[in-house]
Nanobody, 127 residues
Framework: QVQLVDSGGGLVQAGGSLRLSCAVS????????MGWFRQAPGKEREFVAA????????SYADSVKGRFAISRDNPKNTGYLQMNSLKPEDTGVYYC????????????????????WGQGTQVTVSS
């Protein structure tokens, strides 16, 4: 099992950028696929982005395509979510998640597929 710590959230104006980080400890990070999810006030948690074990494959929600970029640095045991051109509707608590898998080339986009979660980091985008 790994432990995840999210960071990097904050308050930003519309059109601005933030980079979220997910620090991973406990086991070999390269054996875990990773994802980012978010939850807006009064709404259910939703998929944002996912990346496979070696970083060669990514998936994005339609609402963030072209604006967000997920990446990972396995030697540093850290995952990232670069968020550009932020909009007020991007506001919410962002969570990183990890899934142990022997499958190298697959990203996982469903909440139910992940078994380990960070504590979340708040992102607020003002108009």
């Amino acid at each position: 099992q790994v432990q995840l710590v999210d960071s990097g959230g904050g308050l930003v104006q519309a059109g601005g950028s933030l980079r979220l980080s997910c620090a991973v400890s406990g086991r070999t990070f390269s054996m875990y696929a990773m994802g980012w999810f978010r939850q807006a006030p009064g709404k259910e948690r939703e998929f944002v982005a996912a990346i496979n074990r070696d970083g060669g494959g990514t998936s994005y929600a339609d609402s963030v395509k072209g604006r967000f970029a997920i990446s990972r640095d396995n030697p540093k045991n850290t995952g990232y979510l670069q968020m550009n051109s932020l909009k007020p509707e991007d506001t919410g608590v962002y969570y990183c998640a990890a899934k142990y898998t022997v499958i190298l080339y697959t990203q996982f986009t469903s909440i139910s597929e992940y078994d380990t979660w960070g504590q979340g980091t708040q992102v607020t985008v003002s108009s």
